[in-house]
C-alpha cells in the first residue's frame, strides 16, 4: 500500500522522502509539499499490516508526539508541519474494531488521521488495475469504468470478494489531496443517488453551502443559514 499512496502523493507535487522508526513491524514515509504546491499540508505516512486494537491505542497514546517531535526536526520539513500535518495510517482490514478506528480518526492531539483498510486481495487487485498511472485523471478514470457499471454494483454491495473499487473508494475518501472530477454524462446519478438520501431540509441546506462563491468559508455559510432559516 505504501507504493501506492508514495505514486498518489508525487503525481500531486509531493515529495516523498524515506523516514526510519521505531516502530516493530511499521514502514513509513514522510510527503512534503513542493514549492509550488498550493495544499501546503504534509503527510505522514505509516503502514502496518499487523495492526490490531492495541497497536493503536500505544500509536494514539505512547508514539504519535514522538514521532511529530522526530519529524520537526527533519531537514525537509518547516516551522507549519506541526499545525498542517495528516497521519495515513494503512493497515489491513479485520484486525481492528471500528470504534478504535474511529476514535483514533478523531483523537485531535499530533496529526489530523485517517486511516486506509484493505485485504490482500483488494489491495494486490488495485496495484494491478492503477498499474504506474498514479494521476488524478486516471483515478477517475477507474471510478467511472465501464459506463458506471460497477459504480452501480458497488452501491448495491453487489461486487465479487476482492475487488478493487471498494480500496479506490477509500483511498479517493481518505486521501485530502485526490479529488473526484465530476464528467457529463458519466456517473450523472452520483448526485441522485446522494440527494435520495437527504430530507428536504438537508437538500435545502446542501443546495445553500453549495451556493457558487469566490470565497466560502464557515462565517458565509453560517449568514446564508442564518438569513433563510426561517424557510427551512
Known amino acids: 500500500m505504501l507504493s501506492i499512496l508514495q505514486g498518489l502523493c508525487e503525481a500531486n507535487n509531493l515529495f516523498v522522502h524515506e523516514f526510519e522508526n521505531s516502530l516493530e513491524g511499521v514502514n513509513s514515509k514522510i510527503a512534503v509539499p513542493s514549492d509550488g504546491n498550493t495544499n501546503q499540508e504534509y503527510y505522514f505516512i505509516l503502514e502496518c499490516d499487523s495492526a490490531d486494537d492495541a497497536f493503536i491505542e500505544r500509536l494514539a497514546n505512547e508514539h ?17 508541519f506541526r499545525k ?15 470504534q478504535t478506528l474511529l476514535k483514533f480518526e478523531e483523537d485531535p492531539y499530533y496529526f489530523k488521521k485517517n486511516v486506509i483498510t484493505y485485504s490482500k486481495g483488494e489491495l494486490e487487485a488495485l496495484k494491478g488495475e492503477i498499474g504506474s498511472e498514479f494521476s488524478n485523471d486516471h483515478l477517475n478514470m477507474m471510478l467511472m469504468s465501464n459506463g458506471g457499471e460497477i459504480f452501480e454494483s458497488f ?13 479506490l473508494v477509500r483511498v479517493m475518501t ?47 455559510i453560517d449568514a446564508i443559514i442564518s438569513s433563510t432559516w426561517g424557510e427551512l
Do not use: W
Not at 209 to 219: P, Q
Open 64 to 80: 504519535t508526539e514522538k514521532l511529530m517531535d522526530d519529524l520537526e526536526e527533519l531537514e525537509c520539513t518547516d516551522e507549519s
Open 84 to 98: 498542517n500535518s495528516t497521519l495515513i495510517l494503512c493497515c489491513e482490514a479485520g484486525h481492528i474494531a471500528d
Open 155 to 167: 452501491k448495491t454491495l453487489s461486487l465479487e470478494a476482492d475487488h478493487y473499487y471498494p480500496l
Open 174 to 220: 481518505k486521501l485530502p489531496f485526490v479529488h473526484y472530477l465530476p464528467q457529463p454524462n458519466q456517473l450523472n446519478d452520483l448526485d441522485v443517488f446522494v440527494r435520495n438520501e437527504l430530507d428536504k431540509t438537508d437538500l435545502k441546506l446542501l443546495d445553500l453551502i453549495c451556493v457558487d462563491s469566490e470565497e466560502l468559508n464557515s462565517k458565509v
